[in-house]
C-alpha cells in the first residue's frame, strides 16, 4: 500500500496550520512523521482518520482517494480517551465492537493482549493505572481489529523500557505482515532503530521527505569528524580556525566537525595535519544522527 498526501490545507479560524502538505508513506516499513509541538502532526492525523476535512489538497491510497469505508485504520492518540469506571475488558471490547468486530471476537482480543501487557481485568483499573500502564491500554484499542493502517501518536510515553520493547515487537510484527505504519515520537534515537523513511514538518510545512539512510549520505557529504588526543576539542577547533582552507568547522560530541566547502581543501587539510603535532584518534566520514537531521531542520 502506498498512502499519499497531496497538497492538504487546514485553517482554524485565521491560523493556517497544514500548508500544502505533500508526502508519502508506504506499507513494509516504518514511516516517521516529526514535528515540534504545533507543527500540525496531529492535524495530519485527524485529517487521515476523516475527524477533520482538508481545505484543499486529498489523500491517496494507492492512488486512489482514500475510502474509509475498505480500509481498517487503528489510531493511537497522544491524549487519553478512555472511561473511568468501566472494566478493561468491556472498555476495549467496546471500542473493539465500534471497529467493526463481533463482540464475541472483540473479548478475545481484548483478553489476549491484557495477558500479553500482563495486565488484570477490573472495574475500578484504569483510574488506578500508572501512565505506562494506561498507555498500554491505548495501544491495545489501537491494535486490536488488526487494522492496515497504523497511526502512533507519541506510542512510548510513558512505558518502561521492557514495555519499549514490547511496543517495538508489535510494530515490527504489523510492519512483517506488510501493513502500513506511521508514527510521530520525540524519542529520535528509539525512531532510528527502526524508522526506513521520515518526514518532518515544521509550522505545517514539510521541509525534508525521504529514506532515512540516503538523507544521511546526502546531509554528510562533505563533511568529517576530527578528534585528537592531546588536545582538549575547544582547543582543537582554535587551531583549526587559524588554517584558512575554506573549511567551516563546528563542535559535536565526538570532536570537530569540519564541512569541506572548497575543492581540494581536504588534501591541503591532511598535509597540514600531517606535519603537526596533532595525535590524532578519529578522522572519519560523518554521518549524522536522527537527532541531528531534526535540530537541523526545525532549528535547536
Known amino acids: 500500500m502506498i498512502l499519499e498526501f497531496k497538497n492538504v490545507e487546514k485553517s482554524f479560524g485565521n491560523k493556517k496550520v497544514l500548508k500544502g502538505v505533500s508526502f508519502t508513506a508506504k506499507s513494509g516499513v516504518a514511516n516517521g512523521y516529526l514535528g515540534r509541538n504545533g507543527s500540525g502532526k496531529t492535524t495530519s492525523f485527524r485529517i487521515l482518520l476523516d475527524i477533520f476535512k482538508p481545505d484543499k489538497g486529498e489523500i491517496l491510497l494507492d492512488g486512489k482517494p482514500l475510502d474509509h469505508n ?3 485504520i487503528g489510531y493511537l492518540p497522544e491524549e487519553r480517551g478512555m472511561y473511568d469506571g468501566v472494566g478493561l475488558v468491556d472498555q476495549l471490547t467496546y471500542f473493539g465492537m465500534l471497529k467493526g468486530m463481533k463482540k464475541k471476537a472483540a473479548q ?3 483478553k489476549k493482549w491484557l495477558e500479553y501487557f500482563e495486565l488484570e481485568d477490573n472495574k475500578q483499573a484504569l483510574k488506578t493505572l500508572s501512565k505506562g500502564n494506561a498507555q498500554k491500554i ?8 488488526d487494522p492496515d493502517i497504523l497511526v502512533f501518536d507519541e506510542p512510548f510515553s510513558g512505558l ?3 514495555n519499549v520493547s514490547k511496543l517495538k515487537e508489535i510494530i515490527t510484527d504489523f510492519i512483517k505482515k506488510d501493513k502500513l505504519v506511521i508514527f510521530s515520537s520525540h524519542q529520535m534515537p528509539v525512531v532510528e532503530t527502526f524508522c526506513e523513511d521520515i518526514n518532518i514538518l515544521e509550522k505545517g510545512e514539510i521541509t525534508l521527505s525521504g529514506n532515512l539512510d540516503y538523507i544521511k549520505k546526502q546531509l554528510g557529504h562533505g563533511k568529517m569528524i576530527l578528534s585528537v588526543s592531546n588536545l582538549e576539542k575547544e582547543e582543537l577547533l582554535a587551531n583549526l580556525r587559524s588554517i584558512p582552507l575554506g573549511i ?3 563542535l559535536v560530541p565526538e570532536g570537530v566537525l569540519l564541512d569541506f566547502k572548497e575543492e581540494g581543501s581536504k588534501k591541503e587539510l591532511l598535509a597540514k595535519l600531517a606535519g603537526s603535532s596533532f595525535n590524532i584518534e578519529e578522522f572519519k566520514l560523518y554521518k549524522p544522527s536522527l537527532e541531528d537531521i531534526f535540530k537541523e531542520q526545525v532549528g535547536k
Open 70 to 72: 475498505k480500509v481498517k
Open 138 to 145: 491505548q495501544i491495545i484499542q489501537s491494535v486490536m481489529n
Open 248 to 250: 567551516e568547522y563546528s
Open 108 to 110: 478475545t482480543e481484548a
Open 160 to 162: 518502561d523500557p521492557v
